[in-house]
């Protein structure tokens, strides 16, 4: 059907890439023994982390999935806009998605190289690396030391998508993945500190 189109996507972070993903290693059915003390597990990344046998850094496509729908909600279509009409049709096609830069997909190193956020300026920072940064608990409004691992500016992810023409025009959908690496981004930290925010370099029909 002409009207099913496929397109390669591809984006370059412009901030900080954090990578916690609740996964079932983040809370586990046993009660294991734990590291650090309350509110502060160095080992914490350990359990969020995604990457491969390699050491390889990915992200999921449902990551994508609802970076671009909620970039749909800042375009508008008549009186509403296009989030609803986005999440009916749109499909990321890539299992995983491999975190980038210009040398090819970034590794995590064994061990990896911990820094506390805003020590270090972006171009001195390693491409991989664990952020130690202070977050407010919002159930019981203290404070907590995340531990997760993080990726600088300049990564780079692409993927392909397909979805319907008919519910999404071709132009409204890049519209609508320029608007998210604007006000959305994509991985941890995006509402709270800005993180995951890009520049779409690439929207070609396949």
């Given at each position: 059907m002409s009207h099913i189109l496929q397109a390669k996507v591809s984006i370059v972070g412009t901030r900080t890439l954090a990578i916690h993903h609740f996964g079932i290693d983040a809370l586990p059915?046993?009660?294991?023994?734990?590291?650090?003390?309350?509110?502060?597990?160095?080992?914490?990344?350990?359990?969020?982390?995604?990457?491969?046998?390699?050491?390889?850094?990915?992200?999921?496509p449902t990551y994508f999935f609802g970076c671009i729908k909620y970039g749909g909600k800042t375009v508008k279509r008549g009186k509403g806009n296009l989030l609803a009409d986005i999440a009916s049709t749109l499909q990321v096609m890539d299992d995983q998605i491999y975190i980038c830069n210009s040398?090819?997909?970034?590794?995590?190193?064994?061990?990896?190289?911990?820094?506390?956020?805003?020590?270090?300026?972006?171009?001195?920072?390693?491409d991989s690396y664990v952020e130690v940064i202070g977050v407010r608990n919002p159930s019981t409004k203290a404070r907590n030391i995340r531990y997760r691992v993080a990726v600088k500016p300049g990564w780079q992810c692409s993927f392909t998508i397909l979805w319907d023409s008919v519910v999404v025009d071709r132009k409204s959908l890049e519209t609508a993945i320029i608007n998210a690496g604007t006000l959305v981004g994509v991985g941890d930290g995006r509402q709270s500190i800005g993180y995951g925010r890009f520049e779409l370099k690439e929207f070609s029909i396949l």
């Open positions: 059915l046993q009660a294991t023994e734990k590291d650090g003390v309350a509110g502060n597990s160095p080992n914490e990344w350990k359990k969020t982390v995604l990457m491969d046998e390699e050491r390889q850094l990915f992200l999921l040398d090819g997909a970034i590794q995590l190193p064994d061990p990896p190289q911990v820094i506390e956020a805003g020590t270090i300026k972006n171009e001195k920072l390693p």
